[in-house]
């Protein structure tokens, strides 16, 4: 009973304590259960897991657009590096003619160089190409996974189909425009 003028303690900690960490039935409470939230809460799980699944679709996809893109700028590089030797070729040639060997000569160093890159790259884009083929393979099989759980499957695995038939027809993108 509260008395006016006088404080009311707080109980001990311990008390405090043991009511949040008690049970529901311990402190007087029980949750009422409605059947008819089981159904929407089923139907939650569900839409969750579609949730789960399309994230999961979604980001197969974003990996597959960043290997393209590497692959797009790996591209490029190896066509400036092939343009680069193509020119100190000429440059070679000319110097050749002029009659300067020396400068020739550290032309041709530099040429090998670039050379050296270019076999690299070469390399580095042939692997590119294997992990995007796989990655795309990854993304058609997630695909069809979600199509088949969705109500109009059918239509889903031919939009993938096709999705996959033009990315492997057009050449992909350049870089970044920079």
């Known amino acids: 009973m509260l008395i006016p003028g006088r404080r009311s303690e707080a109980p001990p900690l311990d008390l405090r304590l043991n009511r949040i960490l008690a049970s529901f039935d311990q402190v007087g409470y029980s949750p009422v259960v409605d059947r008819t939230a089981g159904a929407s809460t089923d139907r939650t799980r569900r839409e969750l897991r579609m949730s789960q699944i399309e994230n999961r679709l979604r980001l197969r ?3 597959c657009e ?24 000429g440059e070679i040639e000319q110097a050749m003619t002029a009659g300067d060997p020396s400068s020739g000569r550290l032309l041709a160093e530099r040429r090998s160089k670039v050379e050296g890159s ?11 190409t294997a992990a995007l ?6 993304m058609l099989r997630h695909e069809r996974a979600f199509a088949a759980r969705t109500e109009n499957g059918h239509l889903a695995v031919g939009r993938a189909v096709r999705r996959l038939r033009r990315l492997r027809a057009s050449p992909p993108a350049s870089g970044n425009g920079g």
């Open 61 to 63: 996809r974003r990996h």
């Open 66 to 89: 960043e290997r393209r893109q590497y692959l797009a700028a790996l591209q490029h590089l190896a066509e400036r590096l092939r343009a680069d030797a193509g020119r100190l070729r």
């Open 118 to 128: 270019l076999a690299a790259v070469e390399a580095q884009l042939d692997s590119a």
């Open 133 to 138: 083929a796989a990655a795309e393979q990854e």
